[in-house]
């Protein structure tokens, strides 16, 4: 069932026209625009695509024609930043496209790989890959998480081994958001075993190179993203692929969660908002005993609790950002906002299931999608137990 136009652009939550000083008159603008590439050229195949569980890869070099790869890079590699205001507001919008594994996959391709790449990677290395990549003409992903270590960075177990000009590389990665379509991956391999976390560092690994092989996974939510296995045996990579030093990997990656984190934060809020409205949509039109359901006494105060909630989770979620942005250790209210609006976006989307009865458990409806692609929220990027934790630790604990 097509997902009418008023449900995926609502006009009666949150005015659009955010009014926090994060946003100037120039990322309004930007919003505007971001927003109508959505209506125009997502939205309207976001159902083909959920049903075909794909979408065209032509998408990456469409966003990156109109510059959206380009919002954390400067100009000189084909960016138009660093501005992480105009990406926080680029992530919103995409959030209401209504297909989250085509946003997933077009965020890890920026936001992580490319990152990475920017942030830690020489001039060669940013010419070689991040320019064609802010074009969109190559795509990258980001490979971390292995079978035996999740959370846990520093157990993983792929090793890279220098031989001469070369690191011979062997293991495997999964859950890996972009993986199965990458023509590069930024991988986490321990050069150092016996040095725990000061062992770990980082390397391009480009698709065509012999040993590297890739498998898409089948999953429950997230069906049009592309998230792949990927396996590396006897992979010989240039040391020259090495990005930044050896064997600081870990710290590389400790410092790009930050934005990981505030990024989904930012995702799963509006998720949450969007989930919200078609839910409240469905409530003010649905009739029992007479009358809409949204009307009766236990739905208007649950619609209200959520409401309150999304506006909570927002504004922690924009505090965070603005510590970020102006350089302020962040690393608490980060954790608080992804921990929050990722549980919080599961939380609206299970009573919007609840609301619909019978027809939010079948797939002719939307809500029932809603419920499967968030659930990934308090899994992903950090679960929920880790974010807690990490919180703890900031008060002592």
């Not at 790869?69 to 000189?76: A, R, Y």
């Not at 293991?171 to 050069?191: E, L, P, Q, R, Y």
């Not at 150092?192 to 480009?206: K, T």
């Not at 010989?236 to 930044?244: C, F, H, K, M, V």
Request: charged share 25%; aromatic share 12%.
């Amino acid at each position: 069932m097509d997902i009418p136009r008023e449900l995926a652009f609502p006009s009666t939550f949150f005015p659009r026209e955010v009014p926090y000083e994060l946003f100037s008159s120039d990322h309004e603008a930007l919003r505007k625009t971001v927003r109508a590439f959505v209506e125009k050229e997502i939205q309207p195949n976001a159902e083909e695509w959920e049903r075909n569980e794909d979408f065209p890869r032509e998408l990456f070099a469409r966003m990156g024609e109109l510059g959206f790869h380009g919002f954390l890079f400067p100009e000189e590699y084909g960016g138009s930043g660093p501005d992480h205001i105009a990406e926080a507001a680029l992530i919103e919008e995409m959030s209401f496209a209504g297909t989250a594994g085509t946003m997933a996959d077009l965020g890890a391709h920026r936001g992580l790989a490319c990152l990475y790449v920017y942030n830690f990677g020489n001039e060669d290395q940013r010419n070689r890959w991040l320019v064609p990549a802010l074009e969109g003409r190559v795509l990258g992903c980001l490979g971390v998480t292995e079978p035996a270590a999740g959370s846990d960075v520093s157990g993983i177990q792929t090793n890279a081994v220098r031989d001469g000009d070369s690191y011979v590389l062997n293991g495997s990665k999964i859950f890996i958001t972009n993986g199965a379509w990458c023509d590069f991956a930024v991988v986490a391999a321990k050069t150092s075993p016996d040095a725990g976390h000061h062992g770990i560092s980082l390397f391009v690994v480009e698709a065509d190179t012999p040993g590297f092989e890739k498998k898409r996974m089948k999953m429950l939510g997230w069906r049009t993203s592309h998230t792949g296995e990927l396996s590396f045996s006897d992979c010989r990579i240039p040391a020259e692929n090495l990005l930044g030093e050896e064997n600081r990997g870990f710290y590389q990656i400790m410092q790009n969660f930050q934005w990981e984190r505030l990024s989904m934060a930012l995702g799963q809020t509006a998720g949450a908002q969007r989930t919200y409205e078609f839910a409240k949509r469905y409530a003010l039109e649905r009739k029992a005993f007479g009358r809409e359901i949204g009307h009766f006494q236990v739905w208007r105060h649950r619609f209200a609790d959520l409401a309150s909630e999304i506006e909570m989770s927002r504004a922690l979620t924009y505090h965070a950002l603005r510590l970020f942005v102006h350089g302020i250790t962040c690393i608490r209210e980060v954790s608080m906002a992804k921990q929050y609006s990722s549980e919080l976006a599961f939380k609206v989307a299970d009573e919007c299931v609840q609301i619909h009865g019978g027809y939010g458990y079948m797939m002719e409806f939307p809500a029932q999608r809603a419920w499967r692609d968030s659930r990934l929220g308090p899994i992903g990027g950090g679960t929920s137990e880790i974010m807690k934790d990490v919180i703890a630790r900031t008060y002592g604990l």
